[in-house]
């Protein structure tokens, strides 16, 4: 069985990708393949700013999303794309 750490870190991950709009932001990060800052993904996704910069967090937090500034802007990068593609393809098989 693995360690209570190991199992923590994978529950993170997972309840990181429980919400339908942080897999369209990691979706949509991976698939514009460029650098894409946080209003503009609030507007592809109609939703207000600070409800997208906190589904952001919780991506970050799982390590499945990387925030950097350039200038005053807030850009988004994702993280371990394969595998997160890998997950949405598992997901799609067992659904």
Sequence with gaps: ???QEEIDRVSIVFGAL???TRI???LITGET????????M???LKADY???YRHIEVLKKANLLEIYEVGRSRVLSPLHLD???????????VT
Excluded at 33 to 40: D, E, N, T
Excluded at 83 to 93: D, F, P, S, W
């Design 24 to 26: 369209k932001i990691l």
């Design 50 to 52: 600070a409800a997208v």
């Design 83 to 93: 595998t997160i593609n890998q997950i949405v393809r598992l997901a799609k098989e």
């Design 18 to 20: 429980s919400h339908p």
């Design 33 to 40: 393949r460029k650098p894409l800052h946080i209003k503009a």
């Design 1 to 3: 069985m693995p360690a």
């Design 42 to 44: 609030a507007k592809i």
